[in-house]
């Protein structure tokens, strides 16, 4: 959506003593001068060469660091520097756990990154990577597949991406910490950086050559829910003018369900320092505290022993809520605006999810793992996926007018005659489990061209991304890229920038008619194919009904992410599962 150009005109007031006195405007920032010297509204910052082709500038402060009186507060804009700024290191990870749930990051992490070719381009469309990590762990860089040089050349856009808040730093809710303020009062400070850093791009994105006014912004898994969100905030308005949504889950959370979850982290913060016994103990305990005296005590600990009231989940992530449609910062109704059509950002979308979207977790999990259930219960769980993240989001949208370009991920799975994919050793009770190439994650480097690049588990990449189908890699990521980039530069897929691939059309909602295209591959070349399949609860429920080991199945269901649509598949209370 176009913003408003508001040009200011020079003022002559005159004062009673008739001397004349001018207001004049502020200065303009210098053009793109296809340097890597820029000085944006903050001040000057060098860059460097990321490569032949790509310019970057890395590590760029784009608020003030959430510290001391500034934690557990909206973001500030960044003060102006007086020296430049070198910008040639990534900035620091914000705070979470390694991996095996030590201590890694800081709260100083507000920093974003930008990519933009070598050439004397102006106006270039703005793509923004959100990062994924369950919005408990990632950043905006570390991992080699998120360098956004690669997407920058291939599709002449300007790539930024930003480091966030993440876990009970960046969505915590309590009464004692509120201030009056109603987006600090909300708890979604991860959602407000990100709304802050969208900010900063309107400001200062024409200095790098950049257009404010196209700007799309794509995310996977936790980073697509966060474009799910940016949709529902009017925080957002105005700020973007398309999402990309890989393997995002749409659920959002009330207020009254967050700040029962802050209490649970103060409780669980008093245990742990042996302040309480049990959370019984810590209750009464905090029956005597007044509201200054907790939020004193929560800004006394340190972020790893915040991240300690939590639940581990396994992977270094930690069992949190976030995103809480508190009606200030996301709408009060959350992901039921988008059947209202009270969503404020009513912009093209492309969603999509794996094949095989649900294999990585349940190969990792014990409950599943090399367990009879399994492939039924992948299945399943994968169907439950598309369903909340594409099929539902893109009917809903589609019936209010707004086109969604729905899509499945089919790299390595297996076709339905059972020909393809690439199967890892099983072994276990299971011999023929399989994680395909189309699982959670694995296609994020063909978004951004980086194939060749390990994801953060190299013991699965290393099987998966074989040297024999490096070719298909390549094919099918150059062509996904250039969907996306007519995307960001039309608002549709249409059939690439060239115009020699299958057209990608939008969603219909009319039976039989095309819905989503399926990005696949036939031997070394890409298989792009419009398909009318679609998924319900009911086709899912046919599905598990059909299998011998549907009991099994529905239990595993129950007990993971999607255990509301499960509980509802055996006719019973989505409450029970006590989201």
């Not at 007044?290 to 992530?317: C, H, Q, W």
């Not at 094949?355 to 492939?375: I, K, V």
């Amino acid at each position: 959506m176009k913003k408003t150009l508001i040009m200011s005109a020079l003022a002559i007031a005159l004062t009673g003593c008739g001397n004349d006195t001018v207001n004049l405007p502020e200065q303009p920032q210098p053009a793109w001068g296809n340097s890597t010297s820029v000085t944006t509204k903050s001040g000057h910052i060098y860059g460097f060469d990321a490569n032949e082709s790509v310019y970057a500038w890395l590590g760029i402060p784009y608020a003030e660091p959430p510290v001391g009186d500034l934690r557990w507060q909206k973001p500030m804009p960044k003060a102006a520097w007086d020296t430049p700024l070198d910008a040639f290191e990534k900035g620091e990870v914000c705070s979470q756990s390694d991996g095996d749930y030590n201590p890694k990051g800081s709260e100083d992490c507000l920093t974003l990154n930008v990519w933009r070719p070598k050439t004397d381009a102006t106006d270039l469309p703005v793509y923004i990577w959100i990062h994924g990590g369950g919005n408990t762990g990632g950043n905006s860089i570390e991992h080699a597949e998120y360098n956004g040089a690669r997407y920058a050349e291939e599709a002449n856009v300007i790539v930024m991406s930003m480091n966030y808040r993440i876990g009970p730093m960046g969505w915590l809710a309590h009464p004692a910490l509120r201030t009056g303020d109603k987006e600090t009062d909300s708890g979604n400070f991860g959602t407000l950086d990100i709304v802050q850093s969208l900010k900063w791009v309107e400001d200062n994105i024409d200095v790098f050559g950049g257009n404010a006014d196209n700007v799309t912004i794509q995310g996977q898994s936790a980073g697509g829910m966060n474009v799910i969100s940016m949709l529902l905030s009017p925080k957002a308005t105005g700020l973007f003018d398309r999402g990309v949504v890989i393997s995002g889950v749409n659920q959002f959370y009330s207020m009254e369900q967050a700040e029962t979850q802050g209490q649970e982290i103060l409780l669980q913060a008093l245990v742990n320092d042996g302040t309480a016994a049990d959370a019984e103990a810590a209750a009464t305990h905090v029956a005597g505290m007044s509201n200054d005296e907790i939020a004193t005590y929560l800004r006394t600990k340190s972020s790893p022993e915040v991240f300690g009231s939590l639940m581990p989940s396994g992977a270094g992530l930690y069992k949190m809520k976030a995103l809480f449609a508190d009606g200030e910062v996301i709408v009060a109704d959350g992901s039921e605006a988008f059947a209202k059509d009270t969503q404020p950002n009513k912009v093209p979308v492309i969603t999509g999810t794996g094949r095989d979207e649900a294999a990585l977790f349940l190969y990792f999990d014990p409950s599943t793992a090399f367990q009879p259930h399994f492939n039924t219960t992948e299945n399943a769980s994968s169907d439950l996926w598309k369903l909340n993240s594409v099929d539902d989001l893109a009917r809903d949208l589609t019936a209010n007018g707004h086109p969604v370009y729905a899509y499945q991920f089919a790299w390595g799975a297996h076709k339905q005659d059972g020909s393809g994919g690439f199967t890892l050793p099983g072994g276990g009770q299971v011999p023929d489990i399989q994680i395909s190439g189309s699982t959670h994650n694995i296609d994020t480097p063909f978004f951004f061209g980086n194939i060749d690049d390990l994801l953060s588990n190299p013991g699965l990449s290393g099987l998966i991304f074989a040297p024999d189908t490096r070719e298909s890699r390549v094919n099918l990521s150059e062509a996904i890229m250039s969907y996306t980039a007519n995307f960001a530069r039309t608002g549709e897929p249409g059939s690439g920038v060239d115009g020699s691939q299958t057209e990608w059309t939008a969603w219909s909602n009319d039976a039989g008619d095309d819905k989503l295209m399926v990005l696949g591959i036939d031997g070394d070349q890409a298989e792009l194919t419009m398909t009318s399949d679609e998924v319900t609860l009911t086709s899912v429920k046919d599905n598990i009904e059909t299998a011998s080991d549907s009991e099994a199945a529905l239990i595993a269901l129950e007990a993971g992410r999607f255990c509301a649509e499960a509980m509802v598949l055996q006719d019973k209370d989505p409450a029970d599962c006590g989201m």
